[in-house]
Antibody, heavy 118, light 107 residues
Framework: QVQLVESGGGVVQPGRSLRLSCAAS????????MHWVRQAPDKGLEWVAV????????FYGDSVKGRFTISRDNSKNTVYLHLNSLRLDDTAVFFC???????????WGQGTLVTVSS | DIQMTQSPSSLSASVGDRVTITCRAS??????LAWYQQKPGKVPKLLIY???TLQSGVPSRFSGSGSGTDFTLTISSLQPEDVAIYYC?????????FGPGTKVDIK
C-alpha cells in the first residue's frame, strides 16, 4: 500500500537550515506529483510547495518563496524540502503528500515537526 | 492569487443532522476542488476530489457539489466519528490554497 514517511525535523535556531525527506513506497513515485504541506501548532493547513514528476516544474507558497526549495530523487523514491533562513513562524508539522493527476492529495505522511527556537 | 474562505468557521450539530459547509473562492476556477477531514491529532484525509467525487472508502453520507466560486460539503447524517476539522483546497494550479477550515462538533 501507499506509504509516505517524513524525516529530518527537529529543533533549529532562527536563520539556520534544515532538510526534510519523504520516502515513498507502494506506488510509481516517478510518475507522481508530490507536495509539501505544513501545519503550525493549533493552526490550519498551509500549502508549501509542489514538484512535478520529472522535477521540471516547481511552485511555492508566498510565505516560503526564496527560502525553501523542493527537490526529488526518483532513483531513491524520495522528495525533499530544503528549509533555509528559518524563522520562528516556520515552526510546524510538515507533511508530504502525493497528488495523482486530478485527484487532490490522496495520501499523506505522518508528518515531521520542525521547531524554530532560539 | 485565488483566496479561499469557508463558512461557518465552526458548527455544533446533533447526531443525525444534515450538515453543510461552504467554501468560497475569490475568483472562479475549474472543478479541481477537494475536501479533507482532519480528526484531532491525526493526518488529513482526502474525502472528495473534483468537487463531487467521493474518495474510495469514504462513507456515502459525505457529498460535494458546486462550481465557479461556490462549493459545498454536505454530511447527510452527522455521526459521532465525523467530529473533525474540514478543509477545502483548490488544486487546479499553484498556489494550491487551503481554506481556513470548519470545525464540526456534536451538540
Amino acid at each position: 500500500q501507499v506509504q509516505l514517511v517524513e524525516s529530518g525535523g527537529g529543533v533549529v535556531q532562527p536563520g539556520r537550515s534544515l532538510r526534510l525527506s519523504c520516502a515513498a513506497s507502494g506506488f510509481t513515485f516517478s510518475n507522481t506529483i508530490m507536495h509539501w504541506v505544513r501545519q503550525a501548532p493549533d493552526k490550519g493547513l498551509e500549502w508549501v510547495a509542489v514538484i512535478s514528476h520529472d522535477s521540471s516544474s516547481k511552485f511555492y507558497g508566498d510565505s516560503v518563496k526564496g527560502r525553501f526549495t523542493i527537490s526529488r530523487d526518483n532513483s531513491k523514491n524520495t522528495v525533499y524540502l530544503h528549509l533555509n533562513s528559518l524563522r520562528l513562524d516556520d515552526t510546524a508539522v510538515f507533511f508530504c503528500a502525493r497528488a495523482p493527476t486530478g485527484r487532490g492529495l490522496d495520501s499523506w505522511g505522518q508528518g515531521t515537526l520542525v521547531t524554530v527556537s532560539s | 492569487d485565488i483566496q479561499m474562505t469557508q463558512s461557518p468557521s465552526s458548527l455544533s450539530a446533533s447526531v443525525g443532522d444534515r450538515v453543510t459547509i461552504t467554501c468560497r473562492a475569490s475568483q472562479a476556477f475549474s472543478n479541481y476542488l477537494a475536501w479533507y477531514q482532519q480528526k484531532p491529532g491525526k493526518v488529513p484525509k482526502l474525502l472528495i476530489y473534483g468537487t463531487s467525487t467521493l474518495q474510495s472508502g469514504v462513507p456515502s453520507r459525505f457529498s460535494g457539489s458546486g462550481s465557479g466560486t461556490d462549493f459545498t460539503l454536505t454530511i447527510s447524517s452527522l455521526q459521532p466519528e465525523d467530529v473533525a476539522i474540514y478543509y477545502c483546497q483548490k488544486y487546479n494550479s499553484a498556489p494550491f490554497t487551503f481554506g481556513p477550515g470548519t470545525k464540526v462538533d456534536i451538540k
